[in-house]
């Protein structure tokens, strides 16, 4: 009977592919945890909480239907009888004050909204 000895095979892996291979791996995953980073960082700067200075309403000369789009595709009907405008003041970052003009869209809203109240504009801000 012949007998055939067991062989080990041992793959050629040089020690610049293993380094090259970690450092890729090691990039890969710093870029990851830079992008998670990063996508939280516009949320904070976003969010601006001020005083309000000032609420006016500018009445229409006639009352509007205003048809609206939420984010989930559903329709509102709203009737419309003026601008609800109120001013707030935020202290910036670097400490001066900026007053932001804000459009309510809603009377109730409005109507519980008062002079000296804090109030975030941040999800109102569009650039």
């Known amino acids: ?8 095979f041992k793959a050629q892996t040089s020690i610049s592919t293993w380094v090259k ?12 945890v830079f992008a998670i980073w990063q996508t939280g960082k516009p949320i904070v700067d976003a969010k601006m909480t001020g005083t309000v200075v000032s609420k006016e309403f500018k009445p229409l000369a006639q009352a509007e239907s205003q048809i609206t789009l939420n984010r989930d ?8 009888d003026g601008e609800y405008i109120i001013g707030v ?13 804000v459009w309510l ?9 008062r002079v000296g109240d804090t109030f975030d504009v941040g999800p109102y801000l569009v650039k």
């Open 73 to 80: 595709g559903a329709v509102r009907t709203d009737r419309v």
């Open 21 to 32: 291979s970690i450092l890729l791996g090691l990039m890969a995953f710093a870029f990851i």
């Open 1 to 8: 009977m012949d007998v055939k000895p067991n062989r080990v």
């Open 89 to 101: 003041e935020v202290i910036q970052k670097d400490g001066s004050k900026k007053t932001f003009t």
């Open 105 to 113: 869209n809603d009377q109730k809203r409005f109507d519980d909204t």
